[in-house]
């Protein structure tokens, strides 16, 4: 129901937009996160968003450099990344969680994940 893309290879400093597609059910009463895993590491947040867009969480690593925003009429979220870093490189996964009332932050708040996107930058 949710199938992320948009992944891929670049440079230290270059830029991605991911996207993330839901199909099936609407999302637009759900909070939706993007989330990452790097190898041999937990799952961690990266940024999150209320229903209405009004309202995002970014994780203080990519504060300033990743942007996430949705797109309730067509359905989709998206992640805005800026300036990556090696340390960026993961699996980025979007997710749809039951808002209530504050943003969360853990996966375990979130019902329905994406299959995942590389995201591998070089130095």
């Known amino acids: 129901q949710l199938q992320a893309y948009g992944g891929g290879l670049v440079q230290a400093g270059g830029s991605l937009r991911l996207s993330c597609a839901a199909s099936?059910?609407?999302?637009?009463?759900?909070?939706m996160g993007w989330f990452r895993q790097a190898p041999g590491k937990e799952r961690e947040v990266v940024a999150a968003?209320?229903?209405?867009?009004?309202?995002?969480y970014h994780a203080d690593s990519v504060k300033g450099r990743f942007t996430i925003s949705r797109d309730n009429a067509k359905n989709n979220l998206y992640l805005q990344m800026n300036s990556l870093t090696p340390e960026d490189t993961a699996v980025y996964y979007c997710?749809?969680?039951?808002?209530?009332?504050?943003?969360?932050?853990?996966?375990?708040?979130?019902?329905?994940w994406g299959q995942g996107t590389q995201v591998t930058v070089s130095s």
């Open positions: 099936g059910r609407t999302f637009i009463t759900y909070a």
């Open positions: 997710a749809a969680g039951r808002y209530m009332g504050s943003l969360q932050r853990t996966p375990d708040r979130y019902d329905y």
């Open positions: 968003i209320t229903p209405g867009g009004g309202t995002t």
